[in-house]
């Protein structure tokens, strides 16, 4: 590894951005990783990952952060694109009532693909739309203690909460690592229940079908990650 400060960290972690076509997913990946926000932003097609290190309990963790499109036609890499991860970020749009009724079919999508210690935040995305809210944020708060998850509402337009929702993720992600023993152990000890399981390696990690030099807050596109 070179020496550039972008390649100086001591855990790397796979987070996915997964939720409806139109969510804001995109923004939300350009926002924490390039504090940019574009409001003519396209569908994404097939897959786009970008970087970034942030510091949480002492150590570096980079986060390399896959968004992936919402719709149909791209669920043929669905395998290949949960594989590694050990983060979540299942977003809704506050102003659209069916991103929110579809948040079942995508968790039930992260049971039977993800690891099954997969660390998932439920986030209410677009909260600068109160004029246009449609989903409350009571209702996302009981949806999310339902199942376990943590749960916080975002605007990516404004950054509000964006970067507390991805540190945030990263510290319980780091955490529950801890809890497991894997941190402060050999580099390379990882611990996984399936196969081609999550990246919980210290120093040089193994990444999952990331093209070499990518650097922190700059995003690759792929049009399949497998």
């Not at 409350?136 to 929702?165: C, M, N, P, Q, W």
Request: charged share 25%.
């Amino acid at each position: 590894m070179s020496g550039r400060l972008e390649d100086e960290y001591d855990y790397l972690f796979k987070i996915v951005l997964i939720g409806d076509s139109g969510v804001g997913k995109s923004n939300l990946l350009s926002r924490f990783t390039r504090n940019e926000f574009n409001l003519e932003s396209k569908s994404t097609i097939g897959v786009e990952f970008a970087t970034r290190s942030v510091q949480t309990n002492g150590k570096t963790i980079k986060a390399q952060i896959w968004d992936t499109a919402g719709q149909e036609r791209y669920r043929a890499i669905t395998s290949a694109y949960y594989r590694g991860a050990v983060g979540a970020l299942l977003v809704y749009d506050i102003a659209k009532r069916s991103s929110f009724e579809n948040v079942e079919r995508w968790l039930k999508e992260l049971r039977d693909h993800a690891d099954q210690n997969i660390v998932i935040m439920l986030v209410g995305n677009k909260s600068d739309l109160k004029h246009l809210r449609a989903v409350s944020t009571d209702e996302g708060t009981k949806y999310a203690e339902a199942r376990h998850l943590s749960f916080i509402e975002t605007s990516a337009l404004d950054a509000t909460h964006v970067e507390e929702a991805f540190v945030s993720i990263l510290s319980e992600i780091y955490k529950l690592v801890h809890k497991r023993g894997l941190v402060g152990g050999e580099a390379g000890a990882a611990g996984s229940s399936k196969a081609g399981g999550p990246m919980y390696r210290a120093g040089q990690v193994e990444t999952i079908s990331v093209t070499d030099g990518a650097e922190d807050g700059r995003s690759s596109r792929k049009r399949c990650c497998g």
